[in-house]
């Protein structure tokens, strides 16, 4: 069991959508920079899900939307920068095989996986609850809908995208929220 800090905690309230009644931050605190990987992007869906918050200086909240097969990755800069968001359609765990509810911290990463369970590619690997992990898959055409064996299916670029920045901000300070 992980112990999250208090920025985990609202973040993860946040997202889940505890926070009801809470005002939305100001406008300069949503701003976001729009997601140039290659890849089928989404746009954020406004009439289900409040923007969600910045995560602070140096950290990153990714939100796997199970009903909407989409992955929302959010990370805050000590910069002065605006937070940096993307919006990805993704495949999740079919119904026998599951992609798992809850919130995790990653465990490692691995860049050139190969499935050690189905023999397959998993580039850029993201591992966050034993041998699941949000990773590309080069087979792109059933992004989307629920295809996987419980991993969290990405276009590769997209997948780049996301290791990178749990890369660049640590495995610590990085939030991954599975909900349906």
């Not at 465990?107 to 190969?114: A, M, N, Q, Y």
Request: with cysteine.
């Amino acid at each position: 069991m992980h112990s999250f800090s208090r920025f985990h905690a609202v973040a993860i309230a946040a997202a889940i959508g505890l926070l009801a009644g809470c005002q939305a931050p100001p406008p300069e605190a949503t701003a976001t920079t729009t997601s140039v990987t290659k890849g089928p992007t989404v746009p954020p869906v406004a009439e289900r899900i409040a923007p969600l918050p910045s995560p602070g200086p140096n950290k990153l909240l990714a939100v796997v939307d199970i009903s909407d097969q989409r992955l929302t990755v959010v990370r805050g800069f000590d910069d002065g920068r605006a937070p940096e968001q993307h919006h990805w359609v993704v495949s999740t765990g079919i119904e026998r095989k599951p992609t798992p509810l809850g919130a995790y911290y990653p465990d490692f990463l691995s860049p050139r996986h190969v499935s050690s369970i189905y023999n397959v590619p998993m580039p850029w690997s993201v591992f966050f609850n034993g041998n699941i992990a949000i990773h590309g898959d080069p087979d792109t055409r059933l992004l989307g809908q629920r295809a996987s064996n419980g991993c969290v299916r990405v276009h590769p670029d997209q997948a780049e995208t996301f290791y990178r920045m749990v890369e660049a901000v640590g495995n610590r300070n990085t939030t991954i929220i599975v909900r349906d």
